[in-house]
């Protein structure tokens, strides 16, 4: 019996070790995905509350994606050379990296 008890535990904390690490690769893998996602959103929406409801052009987007990839001064230039003005250039790439 005690042979039996013994496989039980090992095996039982074996499974619960393995969903453990499961959960928390799965978990940390969905938590990371959409946080770039929503970075890049972050500052494009502040660039589009200054124009008022209007779409922000291809070239804000990509200077906002500059912005994620930490390259500050890149997006504020390519905001400011698409008619942004600089403070709202300025606050939207500050909020890109986060």
Do not use: F, W
Not at 31 to 43: K, R
Not at 44 to 55: D, H, K, M, S, W
């Amino acid at each position: 019996m005690r042979t039996s008890t013994r496989t039980s535990t090992r095996t039982s904390t074996r499974i619960a070790s393995v969903l453990t690490g499961l959960t928390l690769a799965l978990g940390g893998a969905a938590l990371a995905a959409p946080a770039a996602h929503a970075d890049v959103s972050a500052c494009i929406n502040a660039v589009e509350r200054e124009l008022r409801g209007g779409e922000a052009p291809e070239s804000v987007r990509t200077a906002c994606s500059a912005g994620v990839n930490g390259y500050h001064d890149q997006c504020v230039s390519g905001l400011t050379k698409g008619g942004v003005t600089n403070g709202t250039a300025v606050s939207a790439c500050r909020v890109a990296p986060n």
